[in-house]
T-cell receptor
Framework: GQQLNQSPQSMFIQEGEDVSMNCTSSSIFNTWLWYKQDPGEGPVLLIALYKAGELTSNGRLTAQFGITRKDSFLNISASIPSDVGIYFCAGSSNSGGGADGLTFGKGTHLIIQP | GAVVSQHPSWVICKSGTSVKIECRSLDFQATTMFWYRQFPKQSLMLMATSNEGSKATYEQGVEKDKFLINHASLTLSTLTVTSAHPEDSSFYIC?????????FGPGTRLTVT
């Protein structure tokens, strides 16, 4: 089946620093989604990307859908303590990320030191 | 954003018993819902796709007779873990589909003793 390679696996950063994480795939996805999951809770959608090359922002978060449709990155600027959590990329083969069950990356665990 | 609830949020059961988990979309109708399983420190893995009024579609390796899915209405899907065993202990998360996105429930922690 399809697999997503997400990196880094974990990040230890200082408050105020910028963060960058990415996902790559061996196959094409038509939708890329980025989620944040806090312990014991379900994932919360951060950003959805539907077109190759698309660059989308949500506050301090920016994500891009790679031109090849096989990769995506998420940047967080000026990190704050509440950014702590696990970030997952997810891909869908359908245009419109709701149509199919999603394939998830293994997650990036973000830890912020005050 | 869309709201999806799950009940119960956690459950402990004895080996051999069955457990039912409910997933509800509270402010929208969802013809399709998805069930995922997440083991500790791992990613979410899709188990099955639940379609209102029809049979669920299961991912390879997921036993349909063990994980019974019923999508009886446009706002409710249920997952029943039958004859549960300790290896079924996991975090079960549902999502409800809207045209462009999926919204996830808060998850149900199942512990089988």
């Amino acid at each position: 089946g399809q697999q997503l390679n997400q990196s880094p696996q974990s990040m230890f950063i200082q408050e105020g620093e910028d963060v960058s994480m990415n996902c790559t795939s061996s196959s094409i996805f038509n939708t890329w989604l980025w989620y944040k999951q806090d312990p014991g809770e379900g994932p919360v959608l951060l950003i959805a990307l539907y077109k190759a090359g698309e660059l989308t922002s949500n506050g301090r978060l920016t994500a891009q859908f790679g031109i090849t449709r096989k990769d995506s990155f998420l940047n967080i600027s000026a990190s704050i303590p509440s950014d702590v959590g696990i970030y997952f990329c997810a891909g869908s083969s359908n245009s419109g990320g709701g149509a199919d069950g999603l394939t998830f990356g293994k997650g990036t665990h973000l830890i912020i030191q005050p | 954003g869309a709201v999806v609830s799950q009940h119960p949020s956690w459950v402990i059961c004895k080996s051999g018993t069955s457990v039912k988990i409910e997933c509800r979309s509270l402010d929208f109708q969802a013809t399709t819902m998805f069930w995922y399983r997440q083991f500790p420190k791992q990613s979410l893995m899709l188990m099955a796709t639940s379609n209102e009024g029809s049979k669920a579609t299961y991912e390879q390796g997921v036993e349909k007779d063990k994980f019974l899915i019923n999508h009886a209405s446009l706002t409710l899907s249920t997952l029943t873990v039958t004859s549960a065993h300790p290896e079924d202990s996991s975090f079960y998360i549902c999502s409800a589909r809207r045209p462009l996105e999926q919204y996830f429930g808060p998850g149900t922690r199942l512990t089988v003793t």
